[in-house]
C-alpha cells in the first residue's frame, strides 16, 4: 500500500505528512516532522513520555497511528510555551528542579497542562492520579507535584504556595 | 515486512464488506490502545486495520427507553463525563476508569476491553453484573448478545471475522437499583487485576434484594456470571448468612491459575471477600446513598 497522505494541525500549524500504516503518530512526529521533544519510553501506552494532546484529550502518541491525526489538532510540548516565554508549568518544573535526567519531562509538562486545562485547582492527590500514567525514575515524583501544583496556583492567579 | 493497509471507513456497510472481503487477516480497531501495542510486539501480524471511529454511532453516548447506548468506540474519559450514565450506573463507569492512566482513558472504551478478551479485563465483569447487551454487526445485519456470550476463552471472543461491535446497551434502571465493581491489586493504581468482582442489584421498599448478577474477573479463564452467587442475595438483606452463602457461592465459582499476582488459593480466598465488598456497596447504592467506589 502507498503511504498514506495525512492533512492535520500540530501546535496551531496546519501540517501535511506521508506515513506507513504502521507508523505511530510518535514515530511520524519524531522522525518525519523533527518535533523530538516528545520521547519514545516503552512504546506501549506504559510510561507516558510520548503524551500530546488530541483534539483536548491527553493521549499516549505511542498508541494512535499516524494515519489517524487525519483532520484532528494536536499539541506536543513543542507548542506548549508562548515562543520564547516558557508556560508556568514548564517555569515551574525548572524552579523546583522536578527533573534530573528530563526524559520523562517533556510528557509530565504536556499531560500538566492537560490536567489543568480540565481542573484549574487539582487537590494534591487527584495531580497525583492524572500523572500516574507518567513514569519518573529519577524524582521519585514529589518535586514534580510541587511545581505542578504550584503552577496551578499560579494559573490561578494566587500568590505563590510555601 | 508485507505492507499493512488501513481503512476508515464511515459506514457499517463500507466497514463489514472490508473486513468480510480482506485477503489475511483484518482487525477493527476502536482506540487501538490494545491492538497498537500487540501489532508492535509481533503478537499480531494484521494485513488490514479497520478504523471504526469514523463510522455513525461508534462514538457517542445516548439514552434509550430509559437505559443507556453507548457507542464502541467511546472513550473512557467520555463515559466518565457523563453525568447521567455515572448517577444510573456507577459501577460500570468506575470499571472503565480503573483501566490504565488518563492518557489510556483517552482513547480506551468498553467494546475494545470486552474484544480484547483478557480474563483479567475490568469493565467486563461491571458489565455483565448490569446485563449490559452488546449490539453486534455482520453482513446478516444486527444482532445482539449478552455481554457474557462475547469472551470464549483469554484473547478470543464469539464475533465472527466479519462482525464488529457497534454499541453496548446498559438496560433501564427499577427503582432502588445499585452497582459497584471493585478491583483487588496490590497497589493503587496501574495494575491487572488479581480478581475483580462486579454485583448489580435491585431492591424492595423494605431492603430486601429483587434481582441481583454478581460476576467474576480474573478467577477463570473468562470473565464469569455467577449465577449462584445472585441467587444467593435474592430474598435476603445483607445479613451474615447471606454473605456467607455469597462469599461461598463466589469461591466456588472460581477456576483460576496461580501466577505471579496470586495463587489459585489466594484469588479463590479474595472473590469472596470481594464479592462481599462489592455487594454492600451496591446495597448501599439501591438504598440511595452515595458511595465512594473505587
Redesign the interface.
Known amino acids: 500500500m502507498s503511504k498514506h497522505h495525512v492533512t492535520t494541525t500540530i501546535n496551531g500549524e496546519a501540517v501535511e505528512f506521508l506515513c506507513e500504516t504502521q507508523e505511530t503518530l510518535l514515530d511520524v512526529l519524531r522522525n518525519t516532522l523533527n518535533l523530538t521533544g516528545s520521547k519514545e519510553g516503552c512504546a506501549s501506552g506504559d510510561c507516558g513520555a510520548c503524551s500530546v494532546i488530541a483534539d483536548g484529550t491527553l493521549v499516549c502518541s505511542c498508541l494512535m497511528l499516524g494515519v489517524e491525526a487525519e483532520g484532528r489538532s494536536i499539541t506536543t510540548v513543542e507548542g506548549i510555551a508562548d515562543g520564547e516565554k516558557l508556560h508556568p508549568i514548564q517555569q515551574k518544573f525548572l524552579e523546583h528542579a522536578a527533573l534530573q535526567c528530563g526524559f520523562c519531562t517533556p510528557g509530565f509538562i504536556v499531560a500538566a497542562k492537560a490536567l489543568l486545562d480540565a481542573n484549574p485547582n487539582p487537590t494534591e492527590e487527584e495531580a497525583r492520579y492524572w500523572l500516574a500514567g507518567n513514569l519518573c525514575r529519577c524524582t521519585g515524583y514529589d518535586k514534580i507535584i510541587r511545581a505542578v501544583m504550584d503552577a496551578a496556583a499560579e494559573l490561578r492567579g494566587e500568590a505563590r504556595a510555601a | 515486512m508485507p505492507?499493512?493497509?488501513?481503512a476508515?471507513p464511515t459506514s457499517v456497510q463500507e466497514a463489514i464488506a472490508l473486513l468480510a472481503g480482506a485477503a489475511g487477516l483484518a482487525k477493527p480497531m476502536s482506540?487501538?490502545?490494545d491492538l497498537?501495542?500487540q501489532?508492535?510486539?509481533g503478537r499480531l501480524k494484521p494485513d488490514l486495520?479497520v478504523?471504526t471511529?469514523h463510522i455513525p454511532g461508534m462514538i457517542g453516548i445516548r439514552e434509550e427507553s430509559g437505559g443507556f447506548v453507548i457507542g464502541a468506540a467511546t472513550?473512557g474519559?467520555t463515559l466518565e463525563a457523563h453525568a447521567g450514565l455515572k448517577a444510573a450506573w456507577p459501577g460500570v463507569v468506575e470499571a472503565m476508569d480503573l483501566i490504565?492512566?488518563?492518557?489510556?482513558q483517552?482513547?480506551a472504551s468498553l467494546a475494545g476491553n470486552l474484544c480484547n478478551a483478557s480474563p483479567a479485563a475490568d469493565s467486563v465483569p461491571a458489565m455483565i453484573a448490569a446485563g449490559a447487551v452488546a449490539v453486534i454487526v455482520g453482513p446478516k445485519g444486527e444482532r445482539t448478545a449478552p455481554v457474557e456470550s462475547i469472551v470464549v476463552s483469554p484473547g478470543r471472543t464469539s464475533l465472527a471475522r466479519d462482525e464488529f461491535i457497534l454499541a453496548i446497551r446498559l438496560p433501564a434502571r427499577p427503582a432502588h437499583s445499585g452497582d459497584a465493581y471493585l478491583r483487588f491489586i496490590p497497589r493503587t493504581?496501574?495494575d491487572i487485576a488479581v480478581v475483580g468482582c462486579g454485583v448489580s442489584v435491585t431492591l424492595d421498599a423494605q431492603g430486601v434484594c429483587t434481582a441481583a448478577r454478581v460476576a467474576l474477573g480474573a478467577v477463570a479463564p473468562t470473565p464469569l456470571l455467577v449465577a449462584d452467587a445472585g441467587a444467593a442475595l435474592v430474598g435476603h438483606t445483607l445479613d451474615d448468612a447471606t454473605l456467607a452463602k455469597l462469599d461461598a457461592a463466589a469461591r466456588a465459582a472460581c477456576k483460576p491459575i496461580s501466577d505471579k499476582r496470586g495463587t489459585i488459593e489466594y484469588r479463590t480466598k479474595v472473590a469472596g471477600v470481594l464479592a462481599r465488598r462489592t455487594a454492600a456497596i451496591a446495597f448501599e447504592r439501591a438504598k440511595g446513598g452515595v458511595v465512594k467506589g473505587h
Open positions: 505492507s499493512l493497509n488501513y476508515a482506540g487501538g490502545t497498537l501495542v501489532l508492535r510486539s486495520i478504523d471511529k472513550s474519559a490504565g492512566s488518563e492518557q489510556i483517552g482513547r493504581e496501574m
